[in-house]
């Protein structure tokens, strides 16, 4: 059978670093492959170069048996390739429904046609969005499922899913694993990026691997296991290291009561709910897409306001506190590190030095003139410290791999000296080697005697890094499990029943 998509020696450089080193690859009719690496690896250079987003510096690519190339990602599109981004890329002021059809309207359209067509399509992917919200009051979740549905509208033969479950709920991921196969039933050839190796596993037919750039392997689904999946990423295995399981004498012993939150409520959303959260200590929240477990702790940080009648108390060091601004909060010690670090994170065509900067200022830690040798002996001192790698000191935010990105938005919040940390989605997109380092930042600052936060979808991630594991459901904290006793299916009950 021929390949519908071939890559021969491609080649791709930047200043010239190279992203991708002379690599193989072939897609072939009815498959879904999956592409495996670390962040930095080049999955997302070869695939965007298959989507016309970026051309290659050397190297040829056959589509249907034919050399060609695709100039923009509008003539990838045409001829049968869409690509489901990382980062999305809808337009935010513009409805759910607009931005299905948006390239490929009709010269005159009826806004209610579309909203229903757009509707009853939704409801056959099993996504529950509104078609009528605009896109920029959707949660990161919704978002990708708008954009999921965007590729699969435009029927392309092949689709390419760059970090398509990294918001999803376990729920949602079943729906959108039943979606893949339906496509993969019609036909459909599809290329799946994931840093959750169970679901490469579990989905795809062939697995390629990258590492710097470089191709690895590339087999059967059926020859790996994880740890030889970890193994071939990253050149020893990290599993151990990072999911190993808690006893009691590993759980750190709760410190002096730093945040104590009592019946706090905001709309619908975060309804009566209370908790308290130590120094000293991991306090990990679990809870499904809707469960109100963000909003609670965006309310704790001064990005969300609760209701101003009846909308409970928050204690800080036993004295009431409200925030409706984040700087106040930031002054007293208590930082959120966003789950959605392109729209809330960072400053993307900025420096490292500038974003790690920016966060000192919002703090007061440094002075108000901007000096370039402070920028830079920041930049030097948090790039050690969490081993930030980039392509030299002055590298954009951009530039970096999601793994490092992630570290420079952990990076803007420690700076600013904080007793509270609130962890949103810490791992989210983010490669095993990351998840690694990341995870020792996170224990780290438990070890410091600083007071821990840690939202996450990611059961293993809760169960391993959590001193205490807090179940949200319908905007309230409903159940409290020590990781000794817990288990994945414990905390799912609670979470749904």
């Known amino acids: 059978m021929e390949p519908i998509l071939k890559l021969e020696g491609i080649s791709k450089s930047y200043r010239s670093v190279p992203a991708v080193s002379g690599v193989d690859f072939t897609l072939m009719p009815g498959e879904i492959h999956a592409l495996l690496g670390e962040n930095g690896a080049g999955k997302s250079t070869l695939t965007k170069i298959m989507a016309g987003v970026v051309q ?35 337009v935010p002021s513009m409805t759910v429904a607009q931005n299905l059809y948006l390239g490929t309207e009709k010269f005159l359209n009826r806004l209610r046609g579309i909203t229903i067509s757009t509707q009853q399509f939704m409801q056959s992917l099993n996504f529950s969005v509104d078609p009528t919200e605009m896109v920029q009051t959707l949660g990161a979740a919704k978002r990708q499922m708008v954009e999921i549905a965007r590729a699969v509208h435009h029927s392309a033969e092949v689709i390419i899913f760059d970090e398509p479950t990294a918001t999803l709920t376990p729920e949602e991921k079943r729906h959108f694993f039943a979606l893949l196969r339906r496509l993969k ?11 959750a190796l169970e679901e ?20 059967a689904t059926s020859t790996f296991t994880r740890d030889s999946i970890i193994a071939a990423m990253v050149g020893r295995s990290l599993s151990a290291s990072i999911y190993k399981a808690r006893d009691d004498a590993s759980l750190r012993k709760p410190g002096c009561k730093v945040l104590s939150v009592q019946d706090i409520s ?3 959303m975060v309804r009566n709910t209370s908790f308290s959260v130590f120094e000293g200590q991991i306090t990990g929240v679990f ?9 609670t702790f965006k309310i704790i940080a001064g990005i969300a306001k609760r209701d101003f009648l009846r909308g409970g108390t928050i204690l800080l060091d ?19 590190v966003t789950e959605d670090r392109k729209t809330e994170g960072i400053f993307e065509t900025m420096s490292v030095g500038e974003n790690l900067f920016g966060g000192a200022l919002a703090a007061g830690k440094s002075a108000q003139v901007v000096r370039i040798a402070d920028i830079r002996r920041l930049a ?18 951009v530039e970096l791999s999601g793994g490092n990105q992630q570290k420079v938005v952990i990076g803007k919040g420690l700076v600013q000296t904080p007793r509270v940390v609130i962890f949103d989605e810490p791992t989210r997109g983010v490669d095993v080697a990351a998840i690694s380092e990341i995870h020792q930042i996170i224990n780290g600052l438990a070890d410091a005697g600083l007071a821990v936060v840690v939202i996450s979808s990611y059961l293993p991630e809760v169960l391993n890094l959590s001193d205490r594991i807090l179940i949200c459901r319908q905007g309230r904290i409903v159940e409290e499990l020590s990781p000794t006793q817990a288990t994945e299916e414990k905390i799912m009950y609670a979470a749904v029943h």
Not at 63 to 80: C, M, S
Not at 200 to 219: E, H, Q
Not at 287 to 295: A, K, M, N, Q, V
Not at 380 to 397: F, G, H, S, Y
């Open 287 to 295: 809870g499904l897409i809707g469960s109100g477990r963000t909003e």
């Open 380 to 397: 030097a001192e948090w790039t050690a410290k969490l081993n930030i790698r980039a392509i030299n000191d002055n590298a954009r935010v």
């Open 200 to 219: 490469a596993l579990a989905i795809s037919d062939r697995i390629t691997i990258l590492r710097d750039g470089a191709l690895v392997t590339t087999a």
């Open 318 to 336: 036993d004295k009431p506190v409200r925030y409706v601004t984040p700087a106040p909060a930031v002054r007293d010690g208590i930082i959120y």
């Open 266 to 268: 905001m709309g619908a």
């Open 56 to 90: 290659a510096s050397s190297g040829k690519m056959y589509h249907k048996g034919r050399e060609t190339t695709f100039a923009t990602p509008n003539a990838a599109l045409e001829a049968g390739i869409a690509m489901v981004f990382q980062e999305t890329s809808l």
């Open 185 to 195: 039933a019609a036909g459909a050839s599809i290329i799946f990026i994931s840093h």
